[in-house]
């Protein structure tokens, strides 16, 4: 099956029944707004959330239809359904108690472990994938056997890979923009794999990214919350798992990590130093602080992100 029919898929299931879905979610509430965030937010209040809805459509879609007889396809699918939903039950708590905070963040840092191990056996067991990874650059022969401590990395990945996106979510098309960029990678690098089903299930987020991307740019009409942030995650956390360049990804997603450290720091130096580092985090936040225009921000994250995937590309030995 050529992959490129699960990005026609997963763009026309996000893309089309968009504005019936948005309708949908005008009903349960708009988007609670931090009160300590950039006072420009604050117009976004009320704007419909949990548009991540159209990305699980847009892949469940193309599984379904095209790649139903590949296991490692409902792997990934389950992974990012099942992250989705974390994210869901976030966004549902958020709105229902009229306010920014969500699930517990031990919470939900213990059901990313669980699923993360989940992964981890599901990979080394009934799909045979073992407990090699691959290493950029040649490193170490291209290739290092983690044995036990697979089930220590792959649980982290994927944790650390869904609360970075969700990080990054906080401008109008930012995390989308990115997941876009990095999930089309990780497609040249399942059909370079000849895993063709998985390219075409990494191109069916990417396509529904695409289509959601529409009505998110500035001035976003929905937002993905963080249902939809998690989906992306957990979808980019599972192919790099499945294809097992679970090490390209920290270079791919790079921006992502970047933001993810940002947040990090800034708790550590405040602690430490009684002061902030930056103007505010995640790094988007301090750039948007620092006069920069949201839109502006969002274009330079995605050009970083783009330019990630290039060095990522080069890092597989497809460039001389």
Known sequence: MNPLWGALVGFGFAFVPAPLVLSGLRRLGGQPIRTDGPATHLVKAG????????????LVAAVVL??????????LAGVAVLSGLMGAMDDLRKLRRRQSLGLKARHKLALGLVMGVALAAVADGPLGLSTWIHVPF?????????????????????????NAVNLADGMDGLAGGLSLIALTLFAAVAVGEGETDMAGCALAAAGACAGFLYYNV??????????????????????????????????VGLVFVLEALSDIVQVVYFRRRGRRLL??????HHFELGGMPPQTVVYLF?????????VGIWSLGWVA
């Open 47 to 58: 704007t419909p959330t949990m548009g991540g809805v159209l990305f699980v459509a847009g």
């Open 66 to 75: 095209f790649f139903r007889q590949d296991p490692p396809a409902w792997t």
């Open 138 to 162: 040649g490193i170490a022969g291209g290739r290092v056997d983690l044995g036990p401590w697979y089930f220590v990395v792959v649980p982290l990945v994927l944790v650390a890979t869904t």
């Open 218 to 251: 500035y001035p976003a009409r929905v937002f993905m919350g963080d249902l939809g942030a998690f989906f992306l995650g957990g979808a980019l956390a599972a192919l790099a798992v499945l294809t097992r360049w679970e090490l390209l990804l920290v270079l």
């Open 279 to 284: 103007r505010m985090a995640p790094l988007h």
């Open 302 to 310: 995605w050009a970083g992100g783009l330019l990630a995937a290039l």
